[in-house]
DNA sequence: TCTGGGGTCCTAGGACCC
DNA sequence: TCTGGGGTCCTAGGACCC
């Protein structure tokens, strides 16, 4: 008998991805304050910007790397609505970091170089490693463009050290092919190894085992625990919980009855790393849509026309995406983000299936007519659920015409 | 000068059904 | 004066993640 293969899961991080994805094409920029994010400006073109500059010469993508600095946009030029997305480790030195607004960024480090998110390029990138770490070990889950979980269980190799061997490998292989740097960590499950590739940030290795909990684990602050957001925070933090080991130390009764069966369940497991989650190498999308902050916020009368072709254009490409990917839904839904920052959400699920930008603009219209509309709009989205892939939905019966609206059937049920 | 865009999952109430 | 009990779908909101 063959022992049974200890479990262990690698979550792999990659290391500031957008802005080393920018390094790479713009080596000039390293080891300075780089921030990206906002995007919708023209004049960020940075090859035009060198022709106008230097108009004789026939300027190429090889060119990049020979921009000189001054023709970088500065964060300090910046006006709009934009957030962070990424920052380099230099410009993070500043207190800048994702999901910080430009215009406050610029307040506390103006002479950051300021570069529009390319999400075509950072794809490409992200194909690349993923599929370099499928040639080495194949059970991969996707989680977005820059992270995965790895399944080393039963890869050669992958017990060897505690998994070091096998991360240390693949670290190595994508370095080799992209230049880019990742860090690792690898655990019993998913929820450990999250933890421990934040360990040893950036380009690093950190091997977790069971006996590790309790010295490594349990001093964290609970808000480490992937799950626990800012809200969770707060509550365990009103009830004197810190740390997971505090969260460990607490009744599972107690848990239960204070945060809810599930979640109260959850919150101990967790704080004793117990995480029994697969590797999921596939799935399939349960929503798409698109949504739109406007460059100044609309009124739903006075503005009506520019928000109606708004609203359009999020149906089309909402369509788009859905016929691009093969997927047809039928629960349609708007968001409206109001001047207050206040959401609303509302969804109307149709008799059949669809991927057309004229159904969905029709459905999303009647959205619209149930929400309240007397402050000015921020955003507005259009969103598509209750997905089905495009070719088994031909197979499912066409809807009844007729509504089966017998009172009958009321007064007098079946049983 | 506040605060993006694209997702997933959970909860909770009401409708509806058996 | 008494009003079941599940299951599923629909809708709205919210927490959280990358």
Redesign the pocket.
């Given at each position: 008998m063959q022992p049974e293969p200890i479990r262990r899961i690698a979550h792999l991080d990659m290391d500031a991805f957008y802005a080393s994805v920018e390094l790479l094409r713009y080596p000039q920029l390293k080891g300075l304050p780089v921030v990206i994010g906002g995007g919708r400006r023209q004049e960020d073109d940075l090859l035009g910007r060198l022709a106008l500059a230097y108009p004789a010469q026939a300027w190429t993508q090889d060119d990049l790397a020979a921009i000189p600095l001054d023709f970088f946009p500065r964060l300090a030029a910046y006006t709009?609505?934009?957030?962070i997305?990424t920052a380099t480790y230099a410009a993070r030195q500043f207190g800048v970091g994702?999901?910080m607004?430009l215009?406050?960024a610029?307040?506390l480090c103006p002479q950051a170089i300021l570069l529009p998110v390319d999400f075509a390029q950072y794809r490409h990138y992200s194909q690349r490693f993923k599929s370099i770490i499928a040639d080495i070990a194949p059970v991969i889950e996707n989680?977005?463009?820059?992270?995965v979980y790895i399944d080393f269980t039963e890869v050669p190799g992958g017990q060897r050290e505690g998994g070091r061997v096998l991360a240390r490998l693949i670290q190595k292989a994508i370095f080799d092919d992209t230049g880019l740097t990742c860090s690792v960590g690898v655990a019993p499950n998913k929820l450990l190894a999250?933890m421990a590739s934040e360990f040893n940030k950036p380009h690093g290795i950190s091997v977790v085992l069971e006996e590790d909990l309790q010295p490594l684990i349990w001093p964290l602050a609970c808000r480490k625990?992937?799950?626990?957001?800012?809200?969770?925070?707060e509550k365990l933090q009103s009830h004197g919980i810190r740390t997971i080991g505090e969260l460990a130390a607490r009744e599972v009764g107690w848990l239960i009855a204070t945060f809810?069966?599930?979640?109260g369940a959850w919150l101990h497991d967790a704080a004793w790393g117990r995480d029994s989650r697969p590797v999921v190498t596939e799935s399939a999308?349960?929503?798409?849509?698109?949504?739109?902050?406007f460059e100044r916020d609309l009124h739903a009368v006075r503005d009506r026309a520019e928000l109606g072709a708004l609203f359009t254009r999020l149906c089309e490409q909402v369509a788009q995406?859905l016929q691009r990917k093969g997927y047809v839904g039928k629960?349609i839904g708007i968001k409206l983000r109001f001047d207050d920052?206040s959401?609303?959400?509302?969804?109307?699920?149709l008799p059949q299936y669809t991927d057309d930008a004229a159904a969905i603009r029709a459905a999303a219209g009647q959205?619209l007519k149930?929400a309240p509309l007397a402050r000015r709009l921020?955003?507005l989205?259009v969103r598509v659920g209750?997905l089905l892939g495009a070719q088994e939905a031909k197979l499912l019966p066409p809807p009844s015409e007729t509504q089966?609206h017998e009172p009958n059937?009321?007064l007098f049920?079946?049983?």
């Open positions: 709009g609505r934009g957030v997305t994702s999901a607004g215009m406050k610029a307040k989680r977005g463009v820059d992270e999250k625990i992937n799950g626990i957001g800012p809200k969770s925070d809810g069966n599930k979640t999308p349960v929503s798409m849509s698109r949504e739109t902050t995406d629960t920052f959401i609303v959400t509302r969804d109307l699920t959205c149930r921020r955003l989205g209750s089966p059937a009321l049920p079946d049983d």
